[in-house]
């Protein structure tokens, strides 16, 4: 969404127009859930999340300034409402699940599920396929929050290492760092040169 949409529509939800927030939750709530889906590891616990996330913006749009760009400071606050749960769910379980690295519904074949073939896959290139997500799935959950919300958003969302520096409140070249790290510790994982 542009960001001059966005501040007009900011300013109107600020005036009283509150049906104008649907707009911002129909811009942004598939990359909010497809990056919590990612960390969390469940459709449901993302979804709640997602909704917490919308549900703080709404009480908190009068603090947005609007020369800041939306989408930073509507991703910070979905990260620190995941970090939160997360931190809290650690307590109840350890993370031993295979973690999925698209979100349910996805369009193409990365779904660890089992759900998707690539277009013109035998069984066994499939079976393969699937295999190295599940791996790699497995591997990311294993990576420390920061670097795993870090390679997350550099690649799920295309962020430039600016955008990601924003989101996670670092310089650029602290999250190109936080990048790198996890990619090299998630091909230490998989066993990968």
């Not at 927030?21 to 469940?42: E, P, R, S």
């Not at 709404?58 to 020369?67: I, M």
Request: with cysteine; hydrophobic share 40%; net charge negative.
């Amino acid at each position: 969404m542009e960001r001059l949409r966005e501040r007009e529509i900011i300013t109107r939800v600020l005036a009283g127009e509150r049906e104008q927030f649907a707009c911002l939750v129909d811009a942004y709530k598939g990359q909010l859930f497809h990056i919590a889906y990612v960390m969390t590891g469940t459709a449901e616990e993302a979804d709640d999340l997602v909704q917490e996330t919308f549900a703080k913006v709404y009480e908190n749009l009068y603090r947005f300034d609007l020369e800041r760009r939306f989408f930073s400071w509507l991703y910070t606050i979905c990260l620190n409402t995941v970090r939160r749960h997360l931190k809290r769910r650690s307590g109840r379980e350890q993370v031993g699940r295979t973690m999925p690295v698209a979100a349910p519904g996805g369009s193409d074949h990365t779904d660890v599920s089992g759900n998707g073939h690539g277009a013109g896959d035998s069984a066994e290139e499939h079976y393969h396929r699937q295999e190295r997500l599940a791996r790699l799935g497995d591997s990311l959950a294993m990576l420390p929050v920061d670097m795993r919300e870090a390679v997350a958003l550099r690649f799920l969302n295309e962020l430039s290492f600016k955008e990601l520096g924003d989101i996670l409140e670092v310089t650029p070249e602290a999250a190109k760092m936080r990048v790198y790290r996890g990619l090299a510790r998630l091909k230490e994982l998989m066993g990968e040169e």
